[in-house]
């Protein structure tokens, strides 16, 4: 595998309340197992996202680091602490802010607590405590821009000051956001977006054939789809309504979900469902400070 790294240091300079200093980071990259299962997994804490397909086979990075301390010692422990953590599995590449607080890694015991985990990988949120981030002496943003094989598929989150993006990717895209929106354009294939301050807009160029889920809290959800649309829907929101442009629609029955929990059996019960067309795949929508708008092209 050949790899590049280019680190380019574009600014540095004093202000009144204390010091800055940026820097772009770049890496190439190229899976080892090329196969349908490819993945790339971005985790970031503070910064955006944006994802692009294209049709190289290569993954190229740029991610621009920004660190500010109050004091030069201050700023020289954010640059040493703050950077661009790789984990190359073969099939999968993995890309992390590393921040010298919250450890990433794999904990195989979370496979399935959090579906927002690879096989495990994510952030040890609870490091400390959880009060690592209070004994932070700097701030800190990473912004990543990346290019990748348009059928590889995309794992991405990131929780403060930033939007995820991602555009013309045709494998399956899971995005988890906080404090930013979701916008996924010319998408081809399975998605599951979450954000809990932030819209989420979903365009399709070809409607999906697997199951889908779409959630905000504080947000709207647009949805755009391809004319034809054949689906079972499901919708749900507190403080929000449901808009639509397809005529061929109509209510379902609703639909009592059984599960164990504990010593005792839960009984969900979910009303607002729909099947568009003749139905076929499903799609869940759910808001809770919000509406979601679907519509066909």
Request: charged residues 25%.
């Amino acid at each position: 595998m050949k790899t590049t790294i280019i680190v380019v240091i574009t600014l540095v300079h004093a202000i009144a309340m204390g010091q800055s200093f940026e820097e772009t980071i770049k890496k190439e990259m190229s899976f080892e197992k090329k196969s349908s299962a490819n993945t790339v997994l971005i985790a970031n804490i503070n910064g955006h996202i944006k994802v692009a397909g294209y049709e190289g086979d290569k993954v190229i990075v740029e991610v621009n680091k920004y660190v500010h301390g109050k004091t030069e010692a201050r700023l020289e422990k954010g640059k040493q602490e703050i950077q661009l953590g790789i984990i190359d599995r073969a099939d999968t590449l993995i890309f992390y802010t590393q921040d010298g607080c919250m450890p990433f890694g794999q904990n195989k015991s979370a496979r399935e607590k959090n579906r927002w985990n690879y096989n495990g990988w994510g952030y040890n949120w609870n490091c400390n405590n959880g009060s690592c981030n209070n004994d932070k002496t700097y701030d800190h943003k990473m912004n990543y821009t990346v290019k990748v094989p348009r059928g590889v598929n995309i794992i991405l989150s990131t929780v403060n000051d930033g939007d995820i993006t991602v555009e013309k990717v045709r494998g399956a895209v899971r995005v988890n956001n906080v404090n930013g929106s979701i916008r996924l354009t010319d998408l081809a294939s399975q998605v599951d977006a979450h954000t809990i301050n932030g819209d989420v807009d979903i365009d399709y160029t070809v409607n999906p054939l697997d199951e889908c889920r779409f959630y905000t809290l504080n947000g709207d959800i647009n949805a755009l789809f391809m004319k034809g649309l054949a689906a079972d829907l499901s919708f749900e929101s507190f403080n929000g309504d449901f808009y639509t442009n397809i005529d061929e629609i109509k209510p379902l029955p609703a639909k009592v979900e059984k599960s164990e929990k504990g010593e005792g059996i839960r009984f969900k019960v979910t009303g607002n469902r729909y099947q568009v067309g003749k139905g076929g795949v499903f799609l869940d929508f759910e808001t809770f400070n919000g509406n979601v708008y679907l519509k066909e092209k």
